[in-house]
Antibody, heavy 120, light 106 residues
């Protein structure tokens, strides 16, 4: 049974950085890409970026590409998303998601989400 | 980025009703559209992928149709567990999502 378990809630001050984790189980971690998506309060979902877990290649949203980094540790079956220069606009629930075999961004399993609050 | 227009933003319905949600994209995306169900505090759930393919384990009362720029999610015979928010996602290029449709109890 596939599970994606994310790290706990974070409270950060403006300008700080945050690193979230997403631990996968129940499937071959290196065979499926991981995406990160966020949802700010009252807003729709926003794609953050993704990592090809097999070769480590990444791609990010143009809006935040200068501040975000997605990595993985295949030995730990875990993906990480680090974001720097946080502002109040980064306050959101952050989700990781595993892709379905049918398409590069079809998300068949999601983590439970991590709330990141940016406040002074 | 491709813009998504999802409607309605909310719908009130009763058990047994048919509910239809539409998603329009700002350009032709062929069939690169997915539908998800999202309940508060839970992880989103994939319902339909690539416009019309039912995800394994999803009840057959859910169906998807459309291609190009206009897509539809239909829930036949609404069940109590279907009261949730539904959103579409295009994956023709950089993924973008619809604003969501909240299905509420009438």
């Amino acid at each position: 049974q596939v599970h994606l378990v994310q790290s706990g809630a974070e409270v950060k001050k403006p300008g700080a950085s945050v690193k979230l984790s997403c631990k996968a189980s129940g499937y071959t971690f290196s065979s499926y890409a991981i995406h990160w998506v966020r949802q700010a309060p009252g807003q729709s979902l926003e794609w953050v970026g993704w990592i090809n877990v097999g070769n480590g290649k990444t791609k990010y949203s143009q809006k935040i590409q200068d501040r975000v980094s997605i990595t993985r540790d295949t030995s730990a079956s875990t993906s990480y998303m680090e974001m720097s220069g946080l502002t109040s606009e980064d306050t959101a629930i952050y989700y990781c998601a595993k892709i379905h075999s049918s398409g590069w961004a079809v998300f068949d399993h999601w983590g439970q989400g991590t709330l990141v609050t940016v406040s002074s | 980025d491709i813009q998504m227009t999802q409607s309605p933003s909310s719908v009130s319905a009763s058990i047994g009703d048919r509910v239809t949600i539409t998603c329009r994209t700002s350009q032709n995306i062929n069939n690169f559209l997915n539908w998800y169900q999202h309940e508060p505090g839970k992880a989103p759930k994939l319902l339909i992928y690539l416009a019309s393919n039912l995800q394994i384990g999803v009840p057959s009362r859910f169906s998807g149709s459309g291609s190009g720029t206009d897509f539809t999610l239909t829930i036949n015979s609404l069940q109590p567990e279907d009261f949730a928010t539904y959103f579409c996602q295009q994956i023709y290029n950089t993924p973008t999502f619809g604003q969501g449709t909240r299905v509420e109890v009438k």
